[in-house]
């Protein structure tokens, strides 16, 4: 419990994962009888915080702190943050739209695909 307090409670896990993959295997060769991780509570986080949006402050901020940095302007985060903000998509929803994802008529953007990164075949969108 001290990592997840102290750490948070994905470190938690994949410490927790890592020794139940170890105990097992000590089971498998018999110098344990029992997995001791199995007794384990969940380590499921109860105290996320709720999603808020950015103060008005919090939001001018952020775009101060981008134009002063020289990879993010060449990067165009700032307009990629002003669509992420105007849209309220994740990022990897707006990694993923595409010039005929907008409808130039009425505005609207299609956001349902994502960007998924697959092993050994690298970011694909997916849908």
């Excluded at 969940?42 to 008005?56: G, I, Y």
């Excluded at 994502?114 to 694909?124: D, H, M």
Aim: with cysteine; aromatic share 6%; proline share 2%.
């Amino acid at each position: 419990m001290a990592i997840k307090d102290e750490v948070g409670a994905a470190s938690a896990k994949t410490c927790k994962s890592i020794l139940a993959g170890l105990f097992a295997l000590a089971v498998r060769y018999g110098a344990l009888k029992l997995n001791p991780v199995r007794e384990i509570a969940s380590l499921a986080n109860s105290r996320r915080k709720p999603t808020r949006a950015l103060e008005e402050t919090e939001r001018d901020d952020w775009f101060e702190l981008l134009r002063q940095d020289e990879r993010a302007v060449r990067a165009d985060l700032i307009d990629f943050s002003k669509f992420m903000i105007a849209t309220g998509e994740r990022i990897g929803e707006c990694l993923a739209v595409s010039w005929r994802d907008l409808d130039r008529k009425t505005g609207q953007v299609d956001c349902s695909h994502q960007i998924q990164g697959i092993k050994r075949r690298g970011l694909i969108r997916g849908g």
